[in-house]
């Protein structure tokens, strides 16, 4: 996940510009929490059908 910080400014014709002016990189507590949707269930392991989807969740 990533955070972006800037100025938004409406442009003639209507158009958005985001003058960026900071980017920040969020660190998960669980990194394979964004790719496995099933993680955050709190299911056990043989109940999980995404387990076998994880590669991550081999390596706890």
Avoid: D, H, S, W
């Amino acid at each position: 996940m990533v955070t972006v910080k800037g100025t938004l400014y409406t442009a003639p014709g209507g158009q958005k510009i985001l003058a960026v002016q900071e980017v920040k990189t969020a660190q998960a507590a669980n990194p394979c929490a964004v790719k496995n949707p099933c993680a955050a269930k709190g299911k056990a392991p043989a109940a999980n059908p995404c387990a076998a989807k994880n590669p991550c969740g081999a390596k706890k």
